[in-house]
């Protein structure tokens, strides 16, 4: 398994609808595995494929030490209101309220290509609304109003202090915090 890069704000891919999933193979998997073990470095609890430079309509989370992949995902149902913080892997260090539906009900294809149905709520259900607007093109910040936007590009611009890139680096030993309940003694 690897750890990839993550491509950060100002990335043209992280703007880009992604292209459907044509057969679940053993590439798609090892995207999977790589795309787990770097959301688990991170200390993510999402990731989404063009977060890794990639186009292909994935992405993989894990909320309450319950990992789930999602392969071309949709949103058949979703209901109620929940406000909250939200954080991105690609724009590390700023945090903003975003309105959510309260549940969602997924359809999806899982690491097999077996059709599966997640019923979310709560965090999850906001983890999923987050992961699957990556996968059209769509950041957190894009539902700040204009003021909480503008502060959080802001701020982003002073962190960045001038740095272009668009890919930052996960370190390996960032991973060590993260365990799954099966693994503890
Ligand atoms: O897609 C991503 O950028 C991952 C993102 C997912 C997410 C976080 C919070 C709300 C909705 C979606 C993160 O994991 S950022 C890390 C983070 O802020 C966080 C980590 C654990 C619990 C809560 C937030
Ligand atoms: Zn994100």
């Known amino acids: 398994m690897s750890l990839l890069d993550i491509y950060v704000l100002g990335a043209p891919i992280l703007r880009e609808e992604t292209r459907?999933?044509?057969?679940?193979?053993?590439?798609?998997r090892r995207l999977v595995d790589d795309m787990f073990e770097t959301m688990y470095a991170a200390k993510?609890?999402?990731?989404a494929?063009?977060?890794?430079?990639?186009?292909?309509r994935l992405a993989v989370v894990d909320v309450d030490d319950n990992p789930l992949v999602v392969i071309n995902p949709e949103i058949i149902l979703a209901?109620?209101?929940?406000?909250?913080?939200?954080?991105?892997?690609?724009?590390?260090d700023i945090y903003g309220d975003v309105e959510r539906a309260m549940r969602v009900v997924v359809r999806a294809q899982?690491?097999?290509?077996?059709?599966?149905?997640?019923?979310?709520?709560?965090?999850?259900?906001r983890c999923l609304q987050h992961e699957i607007d990556h996968l059209h093109g769509?950041?957190?910040?894009?539902y700040l109003g204009l003021v909480k936007r503008r502060s959080a590009l802001a701020k982003w611009e002073k962190l960045r202090k001038g740095d272009k890139s668009h890919?930052?680096?996960i370190?390996?030993?960032?991973?060590?915090?993260?365990?799954?309940?099966?693994?503890?003694?």
Do not use: M, Y
């Not at 494929?49 to 292909?56: I, S």
């Not at 929940?82 to 590390?92: A, D, T, W």
């Open 20 to 28: 459907p999933v044509e057969a679940v193979t053993d590439d798609i």
């Open 44 to 47: 993510g609890i999402g990731l």
């Open 49 to 56: 494929a063009p977060q890794v430079g990639r186009t292909e």
């Open 79 to 92: 209901e109620g209101k929940q406000r909250g913080e939200e954080g991105c892997l690609s724009i590390p």
């Open 110 to 125: 899982d690491r097999e290509g077996k059709p599966v149905e997640i019923d979310a709520n709560e965090l999850l259900a």
């Open 138 to 142: 769509r950041l957190f910040i894009d």
């Open 167 to 169: 890919t930052r680096k």
């Open 171 to 185: 370190l390996p030993t960032e991973a060590a915090g993260h365990h799954h309940r099966d693994e503890e003694l």
